[in-house]
């Protein structure tokens, strides 16, 4: 790739950019690689599409700089255009770059997107949304709401801690109607997640054998009995092994439709996109990205 010049598409978090050495350097290997940046200035989110469409044209890459927020926001338009997806790891999970096995450091992560190698991962959608990596109804849907900003202040990632106690506290179980590939089932649950990649919430896994290529969507439902058994469950969640537990049901499928007894929130790639209820498909292979020349794929895409 860094024997001819070629173009590509590069959008910031305009938060990243500022003084950030680091980006600095990795734009520097960027364009030593034979790459011609065309650096794009939304005016705000509903603008990140429209100005990616608008400079498409012409273009084989769009690198985009930022977290999981930032991947949520150009899913689209990378459906749309077809274009190769490029990441910079910018966010506090960066759980899409995780699964991918891009790595933190930003030279290093341009060196991939010039010298790697193309691959095609699946796409989430629900209620018309695309997403990368997980949706939630429930629990996890509502803690962002139940996080104190004064908390965060103080007591860093122990807040979260603090949010999840608060939120289970007034968490009660739902009836959910859940159609999987035409099979209906019913259950009851406190927190439901439909995943399309691996990895979730700075590092959380899904499923022990998920991968973000496999054509299928990974559905998790949870029926919790206390704090402290949320903590057992959320430490197994960092090996992809809380389906041992007897509170966790999990299934996959191509599509799945959740209806609740009433309308709760709904998120995906953590950004609130509307309430259930909720009908997900997966589009196999949909993205090209760039990832590793050494990434075996064995955890994250066979290529």
Not at 5 to 33: M, Q, T, W
Not at 129 to 134: I, L, Q
Not at 155 to 178: D, E
Not at 281 to 292: D, G, L, T, W
């Amino acid at each position: 790739m860094a024997d001819a010049a070629r173009r590509a598409l590069l959008l910031l978090n305009p938060k990243a950019r500022n003084g950030h050495s680091a980006v600095d350097a990795a734009i520097r290997r960027l364009e030593a690689g034979g790459l011609e940046l065309i650096e794009l200035e939304p005016s705000g989110p509903d603008d990140v599409v429209p100005q990616i469409l608008e400079h498409a044209e012409g273009a084989e890459l769009l690198i985009a700089g930022g977290g999981d927020g930032t991947m949520h926001t150009v899913a689209e338009a990378l459906d749309r255009t077809g274009l190769t997806l490029g990441l910079l790891p910018l966010g506090t999970a960066n759980d899409l770059a995780r699964s991918l096995g891009i790595p933190e450091d930003l030279e290093r992560a341009a060196a991939i997107i010039v010298d790697g190698r193309t691959v095609h991962i699946d796409l989430g959608e629900v209620n018309g949304h695309r997403f990368f990596n997980v949706a939630h109804v429930g629990l996890a849907a509502e803690i962002p709401r139940n996080t104190s900003q004064v908390e965060k202040r103080y007591f860093g990632p122990l807040s979260y801690l603090f949010a999840v106690f608060r939120t289970l506290r007034r968490s009660r179980r739902f009836t959910a109607r859940i159609t999987i590939d035409g099979k209906p089932q019913a259950l009851r649950s406190n927190q439901l997640s439909v995943a399309n990649g691996r990895h979730f919430g700075g590092g959380m896994v899904i499923d022990e054998d998920a991968t973000l290529d496999s054509g299928r969507l990974v559905l998790s439902s949870w029926k919790l009995r206390s704090f402290w058994r949320l903590v057992l469950i959320g430490l197994a969640m960092r090996r992809g092994q809380h389906h041992y537990f007897s509170e966790v049901s999990q299934a996959t499928g191509r599509r799945i439709d959740v209806e609740t007894d009433r309308p709760y929130r709904l998120t995906a790639d953590g950004e609130e996109i509307g309430h259930t209820p909720a009908s997900f498909r997966v589009h196999p292979r949909k993205i090209a990205v760039r990832v590793s020349q050494d990434d075996t794929g064995e955890q994250h895409v066979d290529g």
